[in-house]
């Protein structure tokens, strides 16, 4: 019994303790100063060059985990839009122009408070363009052509709008609008080059819906070229 | 003990479900905590649902009888920072007490139920070490206060604090928990069933390994992932009552939700004032937001 007396009298010390300490954390905690991520026309080292950015992060390991980093990416000022790709870690932003653009410290912050680390730092041109064609490989068609399925009549003005929206994805060669079918062949330069993704959010782009993308019948893996 | 009506009691349950607490993040096993966390602006809400049946509890006669017991706990973590989040849980009871002839109360049922202490809690995560790719270890610690709910049969009535580790390490597709907690509680709830309730002091140990059965690899567009689980879970109290679980189970991640089951039942237990815990089946499902 006086074992058990002890016990809960230092119990009881021990909850004071704990309780102050939660206490004095929480409170430094809603303490903390957030580093302001706009105003960053001027040439300080932090800034990012070009309309894109690319860079890895460290620490991806489920889904939930890109998500986390998007809602990071989703408040950041001056980031237009931003793809977080879990099989290689790699992040593509898109910058604005304007006043708000962030800053390469701002951007490392935001990966911070996601809970991951930054593996490297803005990666160039070249890898840049790599991490695209990444994400389009990622789910690539790998035929010489697909057709794509649109829901519903598509007006001659939406069909142009979106040939031309199609026409400008790396990769492809030629776009053939079948209205009375709605549906558009897109002809590929190389086989795996573009993606399944990419073809839907050019078409999705003007308020239509994919309801299918099919290969070319033939294919690269049946050996026919 | 008080009696109350079972659709008072039930309600009671539902309306716990809907009330704010505290709750953790990603690849955590269904029974312990984890080293994973909301980041900084991010919610997680989380809402678990268990059934426990207990046998040789101790009644108010000197006697001993058998309690199903289903409970609510509404879970609700915020990120302050990316290695700091909060978190707070607030569990829901109903009991059903069976006791047998020979109990000095008679042979009858009762309910109880109501809402069980609440908690609030910190957690801390002091190293996260990131490779290249999905593969993590993280070590975090938590520190928190389980408060009173002045239920008079699942309340301690007491501010009982608490601190533990925990660390979690991903691996391709092999993910390893484990952490220990301890509890200072400075005092008991009447007639305590579930071990951890008593009035001394409460330590749990717990292991866990997650394996990825689905995606085999991750690609560039989100996609859930499914995951088997196992889990020791060891708690012990320190007047000597101990309970050794195992827990197989499944865990659904979609990019903003997750799903899960588990079922844990005991390979070693002695209990004397607290009762014999004979099976436990938790669902829940966590919703990022």
Not at chain 1, 48 to 68: I, K, M, R
Not at chain 2, 213 to 236: C, D, K, W
Request: proline share 4%; net charge negative.
């Amino acid at each position: 019994m006086q074992a058990r007396s002890l016990v809960n009298a230092i119990s009881r010390r021990a909850a004071v303790i704990v309780v102050f300490s939660v206490s004095s954390l929480l409170m430094a905690a809603g303490c903390e100063t957030i580093p302001t991520t706009g105003s960053t026309t001027s040439t300080d080292a932090g800034e990012v060059a070009g309309e894109t950015v690319a860079f890895d992060v460290a620490g991806l390991s489920c889904p939930l985990c890109a998500h986390s980093l998007n809602k990071q990416f989703d408040r950041m000022p001056g980031v237009l839009d931003h793809k977080v790709d879990l099989s290689t870690g790699r992040v593509v932003l898109t910058l604005s122009d304007g006043p708000d653009r962030p800053t390469w410290q701002a951007i490392e912050r935001a990966v911070s408070d996601g809970g991951f680390t930054l593996a490297t730092g803005p990666l160039d041109a070249e890898a840049i363009a790599v991490a695209r064609r990444d994400i389009a490989v990622a789910d690539a068609i790998e035929a010489h052509g697909a057709t794509i399925y649109v829901a519903g009549p598509v007006d001659a003005e939406s069909a142009d709008a979106m040939r031309s929206q199609l026409s400008i994805i790396d990769g492809v060669s030629e776009v053939t609008p079948r209205l009375d079918e709605s549906r558009f062949h897109v002809a590929f330069t190389e086989a795996g080059r573009v993606g399944e993704t990419q073809l839907r959010d050019a078409v999705e782009l003007f308020g239509y819906t994919v309801t299918d993308v099919i290969p070319d019948g033939d294919t690269v893996e049946g050996g026919a070229s | 003990m008080t009696t109350i009506r079972p659709y008072t009691a039930a309600l009671i349950a539902a309306v716990g479900t809907l009330l704010p607490t505290v709750a953790v993040s990603a690849q955590q096993a269904t029974n312990q905590a984890s080293a994973t966390q909301p980041g900084k602006g991010v919610w997680v809400f989380r809402e678990r649902l268990a059934y426990m049946r207990f046998e040789n509890a101790p009644d108010d006669g000197g006697g001993t009888q058998d309690v199903d017991q289903f409970s609510a706990e509404s879970i609700l973590a915020y990120g302050i920072t990316g290695d700091l989040a909060v978190m707070a849980h607030l569990p829901a009871k109903v009991r059903w007490f069976t006791r047998g002839r020979d109990s000095a109360l008679g042979d009858r049922r009762d309910v109880d139920g109501g809402l069980a202490d609440w908690t609030l809690m910190g957690q801390w995560r002091f190293l996260r070490v990131d490779r290249v790719g999905i593969d993590t270890a993280r070590y975090a610690m938590q520190f928190g206060v389980e408060g009173p709910s002045y239920n008079e049969a699942l309340s301690s009535e007491s501010f009982d604090p608490f601190i533990g580790l925990s660390t979690t390490h991903i691996v391709g597709r092999h993910g390893f928990g484990g952490g220990v907690r301890y509890k200072f509680n400075t005092d008991s709830v009447p007639n305590p069933v579930e071990i951890g309730d008593g009035g001394d002091g409460y330590l749990t140990a717990d292991l866990s390994y997650l394996y990825r059965l689905s995606p085999e690899a991750y690609g560039s567009e989100p996609e859930g992932s499914t995951y088997a689980q196992i889990e020791l879970n060891a708690r012990y109290e320190v007047d000597g009552d101990r309970q050794n679980l195992i827990a197989p189970g499944l865990l659904y991640e979609a990019p903003t939700w997750a799903a899960e089951i588990s079922v844990q039942v005991p390979i070693d237990q002695r209990t004397t004032d607290t009762a014999d815990l004979r099976v436990s089946v938790v669902a829940g499902v966590r919703l990022l937001f």
